[in-house]
């Protein structure tokens, strides 16, 4: 959620076999809806035959844009493909509504919205944070919350492939079903363990 293309700088796949185009997030209009949002986003997509690649929201994302235009494949990465992989706590926000009460404007101070989300711990991570979180406007973020937490999917496509580590702090792995699970795998792990997706996402993009 508000991360930059920049999460995908290590990913290397052979240029003979493929080309990249990375999405950027832009700032959702007033009460527009997640699908309303993945509608406006196609329109960024010139291409046929494509495969989409998703990672936390991002995954939810390409979801949405899977149902307005057709893609090949779904791969998502550390992110849910239906309502019931949600972790507990964000479906009580859902029900409570508590997602309204995050103080999202401290997006503008990333030392101080990290430090109230994880406490003095987290100073250590903060280039990291400053690095890849490209979107700072508190609309979106507020707009992203609420879109993510309130998300509903019972069912999801049979073309999708879902890869997703074990040691995954947002949405942990004991509610996921049916994915590539990977050893050590954190919520970042499209940067830190970016040589697995190297060696692996060739193939699963290829496979029928």
């Known amino acids: 959620m508000a991360a930059s293309p ?12 493929f080309e990249v185009h990375l999405l950027e997030w832009f700032i959702p209009l007033k009460n527009e809806t997640i699908s309303a949002y993945a509608l406006r986003m196609t329109s960024e997509i010139k291409h ?15 979801q949405e844009i899977s149902k307005h235009i ?5 791969i ?14 964000m479906l009580l926000a859902k029900t409570t509504m508590a997602y309204k009460l995050l103080p999202t ?5 990333i030392e101080l919205l990290a430090k ?3 406490g003095s711990e987290v100073t250590k991570r903060l280039e990291l944070y400053k690095k890849y979180l490209s979107v700072n406007d508190s609309s979106y973020l507020s707009w992203a919350i609420k879109e993510m937490v309130c998300w509903h ?46 060696e692996n996402l060739p193939s699963i993009i290829l496979e029928n």
């Open 76 to 89: 998502i990465v550390s992110s849910v493909k239906s309502t019931n992989e949600l972790p507990k706590k």
């Open 70 to 74: 057709t893609v090949r494949k779904l």
């Open 105 to 109: 404007q401290l997006m503008g101070n």
């Open 153 to 198: 999917q019972e069912t999801y496509q049979p073309n999708l492939v879902h890869i997703h580590g074990d040691n995954d702090a947002v949405f942990p792995i004991k509610y996921i079903s049916n994915c590539i699970t990977i050893k050590g795998g954190t919520h970042i792990m499209i940067i830190n363990k970016y040589k697995w997706f190297n």
């Open 6 to 17: 920049k999460i995908f700088e290590y990913i290397k796949l052979p240029d003979n076999q």
């Open 116 to 118: 109230y989300a994880f």
């Open 48 to 62: 046929d035959n494509i495969v989409l690649l998703g990672v936390s929201f991002g995954g939810v994302l390409v």
